[in-house]
């Protein structure tokens, strides 16, 4: 199959007050692994008139709020309303079709996207007409999940450290987190979770 591992960066976590300010998203085929290097990719910072958010928050993208408040072209920087159409542009060149309602369907992959992204995503314009996503969700959090122990999903952070990556801090950079969740889905492929659980 075909997923497609997605990743924002916002300016905080309510979705009616709050902006995103970076999307990222790797297009990823399970039958076909590539080296992460080779893996279609799409970034985009999202340029607003102003910017609302939490300290943290903006503290935490301080280097992405500097990329954005530069004057000089970047094909990398869009602003909302351009954001969606582009995206789109770039599922269709790697060959996802549009459905009969001429909407992009494609299935999203991220660590918290159910909770977290969505909500964001559905308020941008063009999101569920141009480009949609398929209601089942991919979270790398119940792969890594220990259910004996753990009382909550675990982090980004714990997830790699379960996978032994060499370094299990978050990067908190759309691209990188995105192709961090693809590392986090791979070991499943060969040997699914359903299959695993036959074994026992």
């Known amino acids: 199959m075909r997923y497609v591992s997605l990743d924002l960066e916002t300016t905080g976590g309510n979705p009616d007050r709050h902006q995103i300010i970076e999307l990222a998203a790797v297009v990823e ?48 920087r869009c602003t909302p309303a351009e954001l969606v159409p582009q995206l789109r542009e770039f599922l269709q060149q790697q060959g996802f079709r549009a459905d009969k309602h001429d909407c992009v369907v494609v299935t999203l992959a991220g660590k ?12 941008l314009p063009g999101w569920g007409t141009l480009v949609r996503h398929e209601p089942a969700l991919l979270d790398p959090a119940a792969f890594y999940l220990n259910w004996r122990k753990d009382t909550r999903l675990p982090t980004m952070s714990i997830c790699k450290a379960r996978a032994h990556f060499a ?27 359903y299959k695993q659980v036959g074994q026992m």
């Open 29 to 76: 085929d399970t039958r076909r692994v590539l080296p992460l290097a080779e893996l279609p990719a799409f970034r985009r910072c999202v340029r607003h008139p102003e910017y609302v958010g939490t300290a943290g928050a903006l503290a935490l993208n301080a280097g992405l709020l500097e990329e954005l408040a530069r004057k000089d072209a970047n094909p990398e």
């Open 112 to 123: 918290n996207i159910g909770p977290f992204d969505v909500p964001f995503l559905r308020l």
């Open 167 to 193: 370094d299990d801090t978050v990067a908190h950079q759309a691209l990188a987190d995105a192709l961090d969740v693809v590392v986090l889905l791979r070991p499943f492929y060969e040997l699914p979770v």
